[in-house]
């Protein structure tokens, strides 16, 4: 951070978890803030194998984020995980980690050719198979 500092990048925040930011989140074009699903990339897809995609909608609603999970996909929360847990829809057993880490890339797969592309940030927990929301300490 201090060589960021030197090099004259001002507004630098340093987190310790896998919150994605990303320029003008925050509302001020310039300014980086915390966000996810805001822009290319950043959310879970399922490709099926007839060339379809679906796709989330997450946008941002007040402080927060909204997020739209498709039909057939199961969401659950409780106190102990914030933000809930998602599981794919039902024949997606097939997970594979693209990185080292939970929040590496992955990619989900059920046995007709269909995938889920989950981006990194999100975490993943392949044995219980769930999905969680990147986190966000705001």
């Known amino acids: 951070m201090?060589?960021?500092?030197?090099?004259?990048?001002?507004?630098?925040?340093?987190?310790?978890?896998?919150?994605?930011?990303?320029d003008g989140a925050s509302g001020v074009a310039g300014q980086w803030g915390r966000t996810f699903g805001l822009g290319g990339g950043q959310a879970p897809c399922m490709y099926l194998h007839n060339g379809d995609l679906v796709a989330w909608d997450i946008q941002k609603a007040g402080q927060g984020v909204q997020i739209i999970v498709p039909d057939g996909w199961t969401v659950s929360s409780n106190l102990i995980?914030?933000?809930?847990?998602?599981?794919?829809?039902?024949g997606f057993n097939q997970w594979n980690r693209l990185g080292a880490t939970p929040s590496a890339d992955w990619?989900?797969?059920?046995?007709?050719?269909?995938?889920?592309?989950?981006p990194a940030g999100w975490l993943v927990d392949g044995e219980k198979h769930t999905i969680l929301p990147p986190l966000d300490s705001s």
């Not at 201090?2 to 990303?22: H, P, R």
């Not at 995980?81 to 039902?90: C, L, Q, R």
């Open 107 to 118: 990619h989900i797969l059920n046995g007709q050719g269909d995938r889920i592309e989950v």
């Open 81 to 90: 995980t914030p933000g809930g847990t998602i599981s794919p829809p039902a």
């Open 2 to 22: 201090t060589a960021l500092t030197g090099a004259g990048l001002k507004g630098i925040e340093v987190t310790a978890s896998n919150e994605i930011t990303m």
